[in-house]
C-alpha cells in the first residue's frame, strides 16, 4: 500500500564508508550532537578572536569531543537499560514459575501479614 | 545466515555475541573519531607551507604519546572485559562434543545416553527448493534453548575449526586436543556456520548447523533418536 513503511528495512547509511549511523544505537545522535558542537565551538572561537586556522582546529576538536562524549554518556544509559530489561524478564519469567508455589516472594508477604492481624 | 552482500555481523542469537557486536560499534565509532582527526590534519598538511626550522616539540610530542594511550585504554577495557566474560565458569547444562572429520562433522551427546551421529553437507544436486546451498546438512546439532551448551571440539585427522557466528562461536579442532567453547542459544532458531580452518579440498563444504529447540522439543528428538 502506497505510503506503508517509506523507509526500507535494513536500509544503512555508512559514514566515511563504515559506521552505519542508522543501524548502530546512538550513533546517528552523536554524529550529528558532534556536528553541533563543531558548528559552536568553531563559529564561537571565531567571532571572538577572528582567527580563522586556529577556529577550524578548535572546530575539528570540538566534533571530536562532543561526538566522543555524547558517545559514551549515551552508551551507558543503553547499557544500564539492557541490564534493567535483561532483570525484568527474570523476573517476568520467575514469577509465572514461582507463582502460587512456596517459593513465590508475594507468598511470603501476605503470610506474615496474616501472622500480624 | 548471512546474505548474498552482507559485510556486517549477523543478528546475535547468544549474549556474549550481543556483547561482541556493542563492543564492534565502540570501535568502530573510536575509527571514526580517529579517521575524522587524520583526515583534517592531512589537509591541513597539503595546505601548510613545509619548514626544516623545528627543533624543539615538547607539547605534540606529549600530545602524540597521551592521545593514543588513552585511545588505546578505551578500546582495551571493553575488550578484556568481554575476553573474561568468555571464560566464566557457567556450569552448563549440555555437553556436546564436535569432532572433525574430512569433510564433516561427528556429534556426540553423551550425557545421558550415548548419542552420535555425523553430520554431512546436503550437495546441491539433492537440495529441497527454498533450501540454502552448500549450507544445509543431513543432522543438525539440536541444542535447547535457553540452556548453556558446553561444545568439546576436537579433529581426527588435520585441523577444523567449529564457528557458528550468531552465537559468537569458533573453536579450533586440532587432532589429539580437547577445545572447550560454550554458548547460550537466546532464542528459537537455526544458526548457520562453517569450517574455519583450511582442511583440504572439501574444507567449504562442511557446514555447521545448529538448531535451537524448546527443552520438549530437544527431548522429543534426543529420545527417538537413541531409541
Known amino acids: 500500500m502506497a505510503g506503508e513503511g517509506d523507509s526500507e528495512p535494513g536500509k544503512s547509511f555508512k559514514l566515511l564508508g563504515f559506521l552505519d549511523v542508522q543501524n548502530v544505537p546512538c550513533a546517528r545522535e552523536s554524529v550529528l550532537y558532534g556536528s553541533l558542537g563543531s558548528l559552536v565551538m568553531g563559529l564561537g572561537h571565531f567571532l571572538a578572536t577572528s582567527r580563522v586556522r586556529r577556529s577550524c582546529d578548535v572546530a575539528v576538536g570540538g566534533f571530536i569531543c562532543t561526538m566522543l562524549g555524547y558517545w559514551f554518556y549515551c552508551r551507558y544509559n543503553l547499557a544500564q537499560q539492557r541490564i534493567r530489561q535483561r532483570m525484568l524478564k527474570e523476573g517476568m519469567k520467575n514469577r509465572v514459575l514461582f507463582e502460587g508455589s512456596y517459593l513465590d516472594p508475594e507468598k511470603e508477604q501476605t503470610g506474615s501479614e496474616r501472622g500480624d492481624s | ?227
Not at chain 2, 571514526?32 to 626550522?53: G, H, P
Not at chain 2, 615538547?58 to 575476553?83: D, N
Not at chain 2, 554458548?183 to 582442511?199: D, H, K, M, N, W
Open chain 2, 1 to 227: 545466515m548471512a546474505n548474498h552482500s552482507q559485510l556486517g555481523f549477523q543478528d546475535a542469537s547468544s549474549p556474549i555475541m550481543e556483547e561482541l557486536i556493542q563492543f564492534h560499534d565502540h570501535a568502530l565509532m573510536v575509527a571514526l573519531a580517529i579517521c575524522s582527526l587524520v583526515l583534517y590534519l592531512l589537509t591541513l598538511m597539503l595546505t601548510e607551507k613545509l619548514s626544516s626550522s623545528t627543533v624543539d616539540a615538547q607539547e605534540i610530542e606529549l600530545v602524540w604519546t597521551i592521545l593514543p594511550a588513552m585511545v588505546l585504554i578505551t578500546l582495551a577495557l571493553p575488550s578484556l572485559r568481554i575476553l573474561y566474560m568468555m571464560d566464566e565458569i557457567n556450569e552448563p547444562d549440555l555437553t556436546l562434543k564436535a569432532i572433525g572429520h574430512q569433510w564433516y562433522w561427528t556429534y556426540e551427546y553423551t550425557d545421558f545416553k550415548d548419542l552420535t551421529f555425523d553430520s554431512y553437507m546436503i550437495p546441491t544436486a539433492d537440495l529441497p527448493l527454498g533450501h540454502f546451498r552448500l549450507l544445509e546438512v543431513d543432522h543438525r546439532v539440536i541444542v535447547p534453548t535457553g540452556s548453556t551448551v558446553r561444545v568439546i571440539v576436537t579433529a581426527d585427522d588435520v585441523l577444523h575449526s567449529w564457528a557458528v557466528p550468531s552465537l559468537g562461536v569458533k573453536t579450533d579442532a586440532i587432532p589429539g586436543r580437547l577445545n572447550q567453547t560454550s554458548f547460550l542459544a537466546t532464542r528459537p532458531g537455526v544458526y548457520y556456520g562453517q569450517c574455519s580452518e583450511i582442511c583440504g579440498a572439501n574444507h567449504s563444504f562442511m557446514p555447521i548447523v545448529v538448531e535451537s529447540a524448546p527443552l520438549p522439543n530437544f527431548e522429543h528428538w534426543s529420545s527417538s533418536l537413541s531409541s
